[in-house]
Antibody, heavy 130, light 110 residues
Framework: QVQLQESGPGLVKPSQTLSLTCTVS??????????WSWIRQPAGKGLEWIGR???????NYNPSLKSRVTISVDTSKNQFSLKLSSVTAADTAVYYC??????????????????????WGKGTTVTVSS | EIVLTQSPGTLSLSPGERATLSCRAS???????LAWYQQKPGQAPRLLIY???SRATGIPDRFSGSGSGTDFTLTISRLEPEDFAVYYC???????????FGPGTKVDIK
């Protein structure tokens, strides 16, 4: 059973770069039809998707964060990582990593895809403060 | 960019009652790209429904999803004590390829 675990500093100073790593256990990050994603949630608020990466290195980011975000993958370590630059207090949140499954199915002679986040890490709290 | 709106913001019900949660999109969404998640305090979200109506592995059949186009519904047929939580809908937009969450509906005990 695949499990995800976030790790990284819990406190980051304003204007610095937030760096987190998600370690995948119980399976290879390269196997199957999956993307790997980061999501965050400020205290008491909703979920915000940050971005995703495929094991080829192909990425997509939330347009609202795109200028500050870099997601990378290290298949040899079964990990993927998040860097968020120039952080402010507004970046204080619980950060989750998640596996995004895309599943092909056929209907009426055409092929379609499901996309859904089926495995989540427990989350790690990052506070931006001096 | 597609915006998801969920209603009501809070639903106060008793165990055993039926819960009906709504998710409305600002423009048409492919049903295969619509998912629902449950989140309890201090926990990560858990996938309940994908493809608008397919239950994820291990999800009880009291949870069901329906809808198409811009209107989607999550129904909990009979609330169990462990079902009181926040529920989020999510859609995947293929162009550009981004994920969007709704603001959530809190189901609490009346």
């Amino acid at each position: 059973q695949v499990q995800l675990q976030e790790s990284g500093p819990g406190l980051v100073k304003p204007s610095q770069t937030l760096s987190l790593t998600c370690t995948v256990s119980g399976g290879s990050i390269s196997s199957g039809s999956y993307y790997w994603s980061w999501i965050r949630q400020p205290a008491g608020k909703g979920l915000e998707w940050i971005g995703r990466i495929y094991t080829s290195g192909s990425t997509n980011y939330n347009p609202s964060l795109k200028s500050r975000v870099t997601i990378s993958v290290d298949t040899s370590k079964n990990q993927f990582s998040l860097k968020l630059s120039s952080v402010t207090a507004a970046d204080t949140a619980v950060y989750y990593c998640a596996r995004v499954a895309y599943e092909e199915y056929y209907y009426d002679s055409s092929d379609y895809y499901y996309y859904y986040m089926d495995v989540w890490g427990k989350g790690t709290t990052v506070t931006v403060s001096s | 960019e597609i915006v998801l709106t969920q209603s009501p913001g809070t639903l106060s019900l008793s165990p055993g009652e039926r819960a009906t949660l709504s998710c409305r999109a600002s423009q048409s969404v492919s049903s295969s790209y619509l998912a629902w998640y449950q989140q309890k305090p201090g926990q990560a979200p858990r996938l309940l429904i994908y493809g608008a109506s397919s239950r994820a592995t291990g999800i009880p059949d009291r949870f069901s999803g329906s809808g198409s186009g811009t209107d989607f519904t999550l129904t909990i047929s009979r609330l169990e004590p462990e079902d009181f939580a926040v529920y989020y809908c999510q859609q995947y937009g293929s162009s550009p390829p981004i994920f969007t969450f709704g603001p959530g509906t809190k189901v609490d005990i009346k």
